[in-house]
């Protein structure tokens, strides 16, 4: 029955298609796919908030029972349980390998993707593992955009345009922030679009944005209503804010890498689940806050400032000093509860414990203020600017840390603020790491170089493509007669000397042979090849191209032998090509 509702809704999809030219046809598109994956992160967020209802409603969040720190481990267990048993080698996690599929893969991801992160992600999440929805919400929108312009036949650049919509549209209903979606995907995923593409993303991030407003409300999105007008006598304590989030995002980074370094060393899932899970409840049982997403837990510091409806565990909390220990030690230990749930087999993201870190850091520094008798200084405020410079510390994501921030408070009074504070905590994190998190990761598993636009498109070719298997090649016992009797009928400038093996002994280049060829006293049927070729340093299948230009400077060279790993010659690769190819790449990676 599903497969005859597919085949129809193909037919009557591709009907519209001959109708429409290209460019309404990718409207269109923009707008499916923008809905699709609104209704599946809605979908998401009702199945994780029913849970979370169904286990923990009738509970204060203050109270530690047994099940909260016993079903995150659940969670987490059938989620491991999925990955490894179900999705088996097609689960991707990261927008690093969102971005490896737009560089390598032809903008595809695995259609597996369009529901394996809602299945694996909503059980870790809504049973209390203390990670995010948001970037699960990522990969779905990513994927279902890459699906429909397979299934339907689009170009590259088409598929791209609609795998960033999903991307938009994903983040636009996590919080009802369009312009946000827009710039995640803009900065997460190093395209650059012009005017004529920018139209799809804003198309499909309304969408998504629309759908979540009118279907959660208020409730489930995380909102706020109380700030404060900006002051501009308290620029100095944003100033500060902005530092504290700076060392905090390269804090949370650094950490994090070491736990994912810790448990990658472990070859058994069950042994990452037992000792990731194990953890996270002990965590849980002495922090509660660190229970889940965290949003409530933001909400009550921002909505109420009451300390008695924090969830806490010792009763002596409304103490300042103690209570300044107590918030500082969620902020140190957020990334652990994290990494033991997403190392120990369960799904989600860094998104939400950005934001969860970045809201009780606000409210920390807030706190110290206020001791120090600076009573003015506004709680509210300083927790949305924590937050905002927190997700742009630690994604690389200024743009859309500001306009994130400013959408979900429902204006822009506070935008010198999160501008001033967003700067300050990116430049912080840079001076010490020049990529992002997850663009560190794709950096050291990937040939890609992500630290800039010329690096990152250089870095998208594949020197093996651009192998010329067409020079001729010689024995090295062969002479200059029969070079030259060969070469007659060639066009090419160059010659492999190769030995019965196919492994690579020196090159021919034939400025190089010119005044001995042309000698008339020499004897070119005496001369052997060996003699004269050139022991060339050549290339290998594993260079990049970025190292095999550095090579054509070095050796002054306009074309280099290449060889696989055992030595053998594969052919030789112009440099000229690779140029011509870098130019096509930046002719591919323009989205007019």
């Not at 949370?252 to 994912?260: D, G, K, L, P, V």
Request: net charge positive.
């Amino acid at each position: 029955m599903l497969g005859i509702i597919h085949r129809q809704i193909k037919r009557g999809i591709l009907y519209v298609k001959k109708k429409l030219t290209d460019r309404q046809f990718l409207l269109f598109s923009c707008v499916v796919v923008g809905v699709s994956t609104s209704l599946a992160a809605i979908a998401l967020k009702l199945f994780v908030f029913k849970l979370e209802e169904l286990f923990f409603g009738g509970i204060h969040a203050g109270n530690v029972l047994w099940y909260q720190m016993l079903l995150p481990m659940l969670g987490i267990g059938i989620s491991s349980l999925l990955i490894v048993k179900v999705f088996k080698g097609k689960f991707l996690k990261g927008n690093d390998k969102i971005v490896y599929a737009i560089a390598k893969e032809g903008s595809n991801l695995p259609r597996s993707q369009t529901y394996s992160h809602l299945l694996t992600s909503s059980v870790t999440v809504g049973l209390g593992g203390s990670a995010g929805l948001e970037s699960p919400m990522v990969a779905t929108g990513a994927a279902i955009g890459s699906t429909f312009g397979r299934i339907y036949y689009l170009s590259y650049k088409e598929r791209t345009v609609l795998l960033a919509c999903g991307i938009a549209s994903g983040i636009a209903s996590a919080f009802s922030a369009p312009i946000a979606g827009v710039l995640f995907a803009l900065e997460v995923l190093m395209i650059d679009i012009t005017i004529n593409t920018f139209i799809p993303l804003i198309i499909s991030a309304a969408s998504g944005a629309l759908l979540a407003k009118i279907i959660l409300g208020s409730n489930i999105l995380l909102s706020f209503n109380n700030m404060q007008a900006f002051n501009y006598n308290n620029t100095l304590f944003y100033i500060v804010l902005g530092l504290l989030a700076g060392v905090t995002a390269l804090y949370y980074a650094r950490a994090f890498t070491w736990i994912e370094r810790k448990f990658a060393v472990m070859q058994s899932p069950v042994k990452k689940w037992l000792i990731g899970s194990a953890l996270l409840a002990a965590l849980i049982f002495f922090f509660p806050p660190l229970f889940g997403e965290g949003y409530s837990t933001i909400k009550i510091l921002a909505d109420t400032n009451k300390i008695d409806k924090l969830p806490i565990l010792f009763p002596h909390l409304e103490k300042s000093w103690v209570l300044l220990l107590f918030l500082l030690a969620l902020i140190l230990f957020k990334v652990f509860a994290t990494g033991f749930t997403l190392q120990g087999g369960g799904n989600g993201g860094s998104f939400a414990p950005a934001l969860f870190i970045g809201g009780v850091l606000g409210f920390f520094a807030a706190q110290l203020f206020h001791l120090m008798g600076y009573q003015n200084a506004p709680t509210a405020n300083f927790i949305i600017a924590g937050m905002a410079g927190m997700l742009s510390g630690l994604f690389f994501a200024p743009l859309t840390a500001i306009f994130l921030i400013a959408e979900i408070t429902g204006g822009y009074g506070l935008i010198i603020p999160l501008m001033l504070v967003s700067a300050i905590s990116f430049f912080v994190v840079k001076s010490f790491e020049p990529l992002s998190m997850e663009m560190k990761k794709l950096s050291e598993h990937s040939t890609l170089n992500p630290s800039d636009k010329d690096k990152f498109l250089l870095s998208r070719l594949e020197l093996i493509r651009m192998i010329d298997k067409t020079y001729l090649y010689f024995l090295p016992t062969a002479t200059i007669a029969d070079l030259r009797n060969k070469m007659i009928n060639d066009t090419k400038d160059a010659y492999a000397v190769i030995d019965e093996k196919q492994k690579l002994l020196g090159t021919l280049y034939l400025g190089d042979l010119k005044s001995i060829i042309l000698d008339k006293d020499i004897k070119t049927d005496a001369v052997i090849l060996s003699d004269v070729m050139t022991k060339t340093l050549p290339l290998s299948t594993k260079d990049t191209v970025e190292s095999a230009l550095y090579r054509f400077d070095q050796s002054e060279k306009q074309l280099l032998p290449v060889v696989n790993d055992e030595n053998q010659w594969l052919g030789f690769i112009t440099k000229s090509a690779i140029l011509e190819e870098y130019r096509m790449e930046i002719l591919r990676a323009s989205f007019n």
